[in-house]
């Protein structure tokens, strides 16, 4: 959410842009939160919340086709406290007025803006190495090869930065890009239009030989839709021939032999159970000794004669 003085500032210019684009055939949105993460320059690099791109303008200038837009984010909350309770909140809002042109090809990554833009984060920034001095003790390069910001900034293209104050703008890919912080007011629907002029004129300065040696912007692959099958045609439905290394080698034949007869594995003999022994009990005295009984063995036929003579 933002305050009212910043919602009445945003109305406003959605107002304004609305108005320029339907009178001079341009696209219009008063919201577009895809620009918000699209390119990994500043003030897109740069720390805050409440992220807001708003007042949106599309369309062909002169032969260039360009998108313009405000970019809002809140990098501080300062707060005032008494006796550990605070007392009141005071939100830094920045608001970036950002044109985006469309390069005839590709460039190398660049980034350059003047070293006393209070906005942007100067870590790692170096200035560039060209053959005005004033150039360089005025402005700062961020994630730029020194060697490509040195054949890039012809005495045309720092001649047109002071001429048109084009204070901070970058490359990306087939892209240009150029920021302007409105330090009192907003950009008007005019400033907006003739700021696209200035950038063609500077696109018509860059060296020729620089054309081409960037890297384009990653597109979605598409998918493509899946094919049916296609039968084999006749002659390749057969199964080809091996190569020489690969081919089969002929089958030996084994002669034909009579069948086998299953072969069974004897059967080991179960022993015969033992009989109980009985031992020979002796007779009394005057008496004869009695025979003991007979039992026949299991598997053999009878004795003849069976009982024994004597056995009663």
């Known amino acids: 959410m933002v305050d009212s003085i910043e919602a009445k500032r945003i109305q406003q210019t959605n107002h304004e842009r609305q108005s320029l684009a339907s009178?001079?055939?341009f696209g219009f949105a008063a919201d577009a939160p895809e620009l918000l993460d699209k390119w990994p320059l500043k003030p897109f690099t740069e720390v805050g919340d409440k992220r807001i791109a708003f007042g949106v303008v599309t369309g062909a200038l002169g032969g260039v086709t360009f998108t313009a837009f405000d970019y809002h984010r809140r990098p501080k909350v300062t707060n005032w406290q008494?006796?550990?309770?605070?007392?009141?909140?005071?939100?830094?809002?920045?608001?970036?007025?950002?044109?985006?042109v469309t390069l005839p090809a590709t460039l190398p990554r660049f980034q350059i803006f003047d070293n006393a833009e209070?906005?942007?984060?100067?870590?790692?920034?170096?200035?560039?190495?060209?053959?005005?001095?004033?150039?360089?003790?005025s402005y700062l390069l961020v994630d730029t090869d020194p060697g490509v910001a040195t054949q890039l900034l012809t005495p045309g293209i720092t001649g047109l930065m002071k001429q048109f104050k084009l204070l901070n703008w970058a490359t990306n890919g087939d892209q240009l890009l150029c920021i302007?912080?409105?330090?009192?007011?907003?950009?008007?629907?005019?400033?907006?239009?003739?700021?696209?002029?200035?950038?063609?004129?500077l696109i018509a300065h860059i060296p020729p030989h620089l054309w081409g040696q960037g890297a384009a912007q990653p597109q979605q692959p598409q998918q493509q839709p899946a094919q049916p099958q296609q039968p084999y045609p006749p002659q390749y439905q057969q199964q080809q021939p091996y190569p020489p290394q690969y081919q089969q080698q002929p089958q030996y034949q084994q002669p034909a032999y009579p069948p086998q007869q299953p072969y069974y594995p004897p059967q080991p003999q179960q022993p015969y159970p033992q009989q109980p022994y009985y031992p020979q009990q002796p007779a009394p005295y005057g008496y004869p000794p009695q025979p003991q009984p007979y039992y026949p063995q299991p598997g053999y036929p009878p004795q003849q004669g069976y009982p024994p003579p004597g056995y009663r």
């Open 118 to 137: 209070p906005n942007f984060d100067t870590e790692g920034a170096v200035p560039p190495q060209t053959a005005d001095n004033k150039v360089n003790r």
């Open 82 to 100: 008494a006796r550990g309770r605070t007392t009141m909140s005071v939100d830094t809002i920045l608001i970036d007025t950002v044109w985006v």
């Open 180 to 201: 302007k912080h409105p330090i009192f007011g907003r950009v008007k629907p005019e400033e907006l239009t003739a700021k696209v002029g200035e950038l063609a004129q």
């Open 23 to 25: 009178s001079s055939g």
